[in-house]
């Protein structure tokens, strides 16, 4: 399966969602209207985009005499790809690189790093693992797993261990090694505890100083499924962490796959990577139009 299939298949649960309004007599009424409006809300985009969306394709319509709704698809297509601010830089590919992953439990940070890690290992990319999780120790041997399987080496320290000084390691460890990508998976931690949050911040900073000009980007990776509360979680780690990307996963695993926008776009930070399964060709590089298309459908005229 090609990556746009597996994008599609990974979509599909909210393309339905989407797709019911093109399929309702194709004229466009004032219902229209209200039914797109309702639908992106529905599927978790936010008001505001989806009242600003909605106004637009309106007046376009309008201007451009589009009175099917099957001519709007792609007009909806562009437009929702529009709402996405842009990376400026791909820490994953822009290197040298250190990148920090934060989340809460269970969003999929351990399998992210794994995957980008054999993904990069087998492009040449000299990199190095970090496992900061010292609270979980499956966590540890989780990455070691994805580290033997993919001949990347993997820094940690024992079960317990000050995170911020397994990072301080792993920085030495890469400079000896002159390693172009370092990948450092942290604990996960719920966002509204204030303790962990302050360890995090602490990790960070340590991880900033020790990394000197070299760039640390700092990833939250979300999952899809948690919904509005997954914009609640990102707004108390941007604000404690200064985030510079995000990893939206799980999107196969919702209907509601316009939280990614919702998220990217509150709070103007770009998505780095998406994933729609569980199987290493799932999780993709963003492209916001590829995405929007295979939400909205590119559609049977
Ligand atoms: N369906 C699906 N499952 C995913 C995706 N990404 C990750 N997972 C699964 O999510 C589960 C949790 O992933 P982990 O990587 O262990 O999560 P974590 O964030 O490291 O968890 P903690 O270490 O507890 O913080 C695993 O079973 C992954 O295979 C995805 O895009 N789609």
């Known amino acids: 399966m090609g ?3 597996n994008l599609r298949r990974g979509l599909e649960r909210s393309r339905e969602t989407i797709n019911e309004i093109f399929y309702m007599g194709g004229e466009v009424t004032e219902d229209f209207w209200d039914d797109l409006e309702d639908t992106l809300v529905m599927g978790d985009m ?5 009242i600003r969306v909605t106004d637009h394709l309106r007046e376009q319509a309008a201007k451009e005499n589009l009175t099917r709704s099957h001519q709007l698809r792609s007009a909806l297509i562009e437009r929702l790809s529009e709402e996405f601010p842009r990376a400026s830089r791909d820490p994953f590919v822009d290197t040298p690189s250190i990148v920090l992953f934060v989340g809460i439990n269970g969003a999929g940070k351990t399998t992210t790093v794994g995957k980008l890690a054999g993904r990069a290992q087998s492009d040449g990319v000299r990199v190095l693992i970090g496992g900061a999780d010292t609270f979980r120790a499956a966590a540890i041997e989780q990455l070691e797993v994805w580290g033997s399987r993919s001949g990347v080496e993997v820094v940690t320290r024992e079960r317990g261990a000050d995170p911020a000084s397994v990072c301080y390691d792993v920085i030495e460890e890469a400079e000896k090694r002159g390693s172009e990508l370092v990948l450092i998976d942290t604990a996960g931690r719920l966002h509204t505890s204030s303790d962990l949050m302050r360890e995090l911040a602490k ?3 340590v991880t900033r100083k020790r990394a000197g000009i070299t760039p640390v980007s ?4 979300i999952d899809a499924t948690t919904g509005q509360n997954g914009l609640n979680q990102a707004k108390e780690f941007n604000d404690a962490l200064d985030l510079d990307g995000l990893i939206v996963t799980k999107l196969d695993g919702t209907a509601k796959g316009g939280i990614a926008l919702a998220i990217s776009h509150q709070l103007n930070l770009p998505i780095y990577r998406i994933g729609v399964g569980e199987s290493i060709d799932d999780l993709q590089t963003f492209d916001a139009h590829d995405f929007c298309a ?3 459908g590119e559609g049977v005229q």
């Open 203 to 205: 990790v960070v900073s």
């Open 294 to 296: 295979a939400l909205v």
């Open 3 to 5: 990556f746009m299939d």
């Open 46 to 50: 936010g008001a505001e985009v989806a």
């Open 218 to 221: 700092v990833v939250l990776v």
